[in-house]
């Protein structure tokens, strides 16, 4: 049984950081492309950043490229997001994801989704 569990959501005002993790059990988690989406209020989710096996990371849009990094420690079984200079528009639940086929993030229907993280950024 594959289970995602995100931690290290909250409230932060715009401008701050915040590190969220996703640990990983039930998968061989080195042979899985990971990802993370978000789903803001009234909103579509959405795509954050996908990382594949090999570590090669791709970002949904400039701007998420810029302020943040996914990363994975295959040794821990544990995905990252480090997200920087947050804004109040980032404000979503937050969505680890895994699949052991991956071809495009924009495109990408994962398998596995864990239940979420709140972060909120206040103005």
């Known amino acids: 049984q594959v289970q995602l569990v995100e931690s290290g959501g909250g409230l932060v005002q715009a401008g701050g950081s915040l590190r969220l993790s996703c640990t990983a059990s039930?998968?061989?988690?080195?042979?899985?492309?990971m990802g993370w989406f978000r789903q803001a209020p009234g909103k579509e989710r959405e795509a954050v950043a996908c990382?594949?096996?090999?570590?090669?990371?791709?970002y949904a849009t400039g701007s998420m490229s810029t302020r943040f990094t996914i990363s994975r420690d295959n040794a821990q079984n544990t995905l990252y997001l480090q997200m920087n200079s947050l804004k109040p528009e980032d404000t979503a639940m937050y969505y680890c994801?895994?699949?052991?086929?991956?071809?495009?993030?924009?495109?990408?229907?994962?398998?596995?989704w864990g239940q979420g993280t709140q972060v909120t950024v206040s103005s």
């Open positions: 994801v895994a699949d052991a086929a991956f071809y495009s993030c924009y495109s990408w229907s994962p398998k596995y």
């Open positions: 990382i594949t096996r090999r570590g090669d990371s791709t």
């Open positions: 039930g998968l061989t988690f080195g042979t899985y492309a």
